[in-house]
């Protein structure tokens, strides 16, 4: 007996289930419960997804080899068509995979009834999205390494610059600029190593799975793998339908890649105000204002802040769907592209942005080399000085503390002190005392532990650059669709 179609409100729109049903499904509930307006970015995945599920179902003769060569010629011929603009991704759908299967009908006819053969939507849908997550980390991979780039590049143009380093905000100790820099650039590598480790839980397929149980047909779920270039299988069908870890953990890298972006462009902010003058940002990386003519003002660094929080959002949206979910599949589950999509958006907008601004960025050296002065901020180093000489440090640390105090009543700064004003508080200061107190001694005297001495800072440039290269190595060797898949699809 041929299978009665659901009549629907749109007579266009062929639902994947609508057989055991004898009303059609309301048009608002079609309009709500859709997500094609969402995952139609998933259209490429999708396609190949499906062809190396039709080669697969072609190989074991589940569906007979001019069966399977139909369906993928259908499916290549709507990805190109796709791709030209020929084929506009609209229409009606309940979500992308149902617009593929209604489309491919067009090409091929009524076998393309047959490409859903040993696979539900629930394997699909996910095998689609880590497919697009995995694209994903390439391109994050890629754009932080823009901003690391950019901040070696200035970093090796200041490795001479001193500026006041602060904690509180407030004068601390002297440091390089290249130090200051390349502290951004470590935490951006952290990023760059979680979504290395991130790769391999990602890249594991969960096809085959089919709705939750596996397929009771003889299916190759190894070879869908290998064809779409995934490391892995699924260990459990019911798992392989639920789980989201990978795409949590894509949105936390997301999170605190943004954590960081936000706290380089809060000093930023700080740094391109008068009152810092530290940096100029480049005319075409900052914005004016409607109604001050004189305004320069930092915008794009303020955005990448604020949208900090829309990533962080993301992120909770994300946990907080998933929590509570039964196993297996829940329609749930269908929001979770949306939120995925947001976060990586965001961040590899921020990322492209910031990488550009830090390049075009100008960093004044004189201004921060002005800051250092009458701060104290070599207050340590007289204190250590005096620790040389057998003094405790405890009693070094209230020696210099009455002598700051001293001169700050005074208004002068300890380069301005003479050596009689030192000996006001200990007989252990010589002649040599005076000289430690120049920023440019006390950054060269901190050589262990990746401190600002010279040495030390163009060591950790040779590190930064040789983390740089290990990157562009591994994407190099990035996962990607097996070229079986394409010749498999034109023999
Ligand atoms: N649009 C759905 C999603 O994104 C596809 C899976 C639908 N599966 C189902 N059993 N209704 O999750």
């Known amino acids: 007996m041929p299978q009665k179609q659901r009549k629907q409100g749109n007579e266009r729109v062929q639902l994947l289930w609508g057989g055991r049903f004898k009303?059609?499904?309301?048009?608002?509930?079609?309009?709500?419960?859709?997500?094609?307006?969402?995952?139609?970015?998933?259209?490429?995945?999708?396609?190949?997804?499906?062809?190396?599920?039709a080669v697969m179902l072609g190989e074991i003769g589940i569906i007979?080899?001019?069966?399977?060569?139909?369906?993928?010629?259908?499916l290549f011929a709507l990805m190109r068509d796709i791709e030209a603009g020929k084929v506009e991704l609209e229409g009606p759908d309940e979500d992308i995979h149902s617009f593929v299967e209604r489309k491919l009908r067009e090409y091929v006819g009524e076998v393309a009834g047959k490409l859903h053969t040993a696979r539900s939507r629930n394997d699909q849908v996910v095998t689609d999205f880590r497919l697009w997550c995995r694209d994903a980390v390439k391109q994050l991979a890629e754009a932080i390494l823009k901003v690391q780039q950019a901040l070696?590049?200035?970093?090796?143009?200041?490795?001479?610059?001193?500026?006041?380093?602060?904690?509180?905000?407030?004068?601390?100790q002297p440091v390089r600029l290249a130090h200051h820099l390349l502290a951004h650039f470590w935490a951006l590598q952290r990023n760059l190593e979680r979504l290395k480790d991130l790769l391999p839980r990602l890249n594991t397929s969960p096809l085959g799975a089919a709705a939750l149980a596996g397929s009771g047909l003889p299916i190759d779920p190894e070879l869908t793998a290998r064809l779409l270039g995934f490391e892995k299988?699924?260990?459990?069908?019911?798992?392989?339908v639920s789980d989201r870890d990978f795409a949590c953990e894509l949105v936390f890298i997301c999170a605190l890649t943004m954590v960081h972006l936000s706290r380089l462009a809060e000093e930023i902010v700080l740094w391109s105000t008068p009152e810092f003058g530290f940096v100029t940002l480049d005319d075409a990386w900052c914005t004016g204002s409607s109604i001050m003519p004189q305004k320069r003002n930092p915008?794009?660094?303020?955005?990448?802040?604020?949208?900090?929080?829309?990533?962080?959002?993301?992120?909770?949206?994300?946990?907080?769907?998933?929590?509570?979910?039964?196993?297996?599949?829940?329609r749930d589950l269908q929001e979770d592209k949306g939120i995925v999509f947001n976060a990586v958006d965001t961040t590899l907008a921020c990322l492209s942005a910031m990488s550009q601004l830090v390049a075009t960025a100008t960093f004044n050296a004189d201004r921060m080399r002005q800051a250092l002065a009458r701060d104290f901020s070599t207050a340590t180093d007289?204190?250590?000085?005096?620790?040389?000489?057998?003094?405790?440090?405890?009693?070094?640390?209230?020696?210099?503390?009455?002598?700051?105090?001293?001169l700050s009543e005074l208004g002068k700064g300890l380069e301005d002190a003479t050596l009689d004003d030192l000996r006001l508080f200990s007989d252990k200061f010589d002649g040599d005392a005076l000289a430690v107190l120049q920023p440019e001694q006390s950054v060269e005297r901190r050589k262990e532990l990746a401190g600002t001495a010279k040495?030390?800072?163009?060591?950790?440039?040779?590190?930064?650059?040789?983390?740089?290269?290990?990157?562009?190595?591994?994407?190099?060797?990035?996962p990607t669709i097996s070229p079986n898949l394409f010749s498999h699809a034109l023999t």
């Open 23 to 53: 009303k059609p499904l309301a048009e608002e509930a079609l309009r709500f419960s859709s997500s094609f307006s969402v995952d139609k970015r998933l259209w490429k995945q999708d396609i190949l997804g499906s062809i190396a599920h």
């Open 152 to 172: 070696v590049e200035q970093a090796e143009q200041h490795i001479d610059t001193l500026l006041p380093g602060m904690t509180h905000l407030q004068h601390a």
């Open 233 to 240: 299988t699924a260990q459990n069908s019911m798992d392989a």
């Open 64 to 74: 007979s080899a001019s069966e399977a060569k139909a369906l993928v010629k259908g």
């Open 455 to 478: 040495s030390s800072v163009v060591k950790q440039l040779h590190r930064a650059k040789a983390e740089m290269k290990r990157t562009v190595m591994w994407l190099q060797k990035f």
């Open 299 to 330: 915008d794009i660094a303020e955005l990448v802040r604020g949208k900090a929080a829309l990533v962080i959002g993301a992120l909770t949206q994300l946990l907080t769907l998933l929590k509570g979910l039964p196993l297996t599949y829940n």
């Open 382 to 406: 007289l204190a250590d000085y005096l620790v040389r000489k057998g003094v405790p440090f405890r009693e070094a640390h209230r020696i210099v503390g009455q002598l700051v105090l001293h």
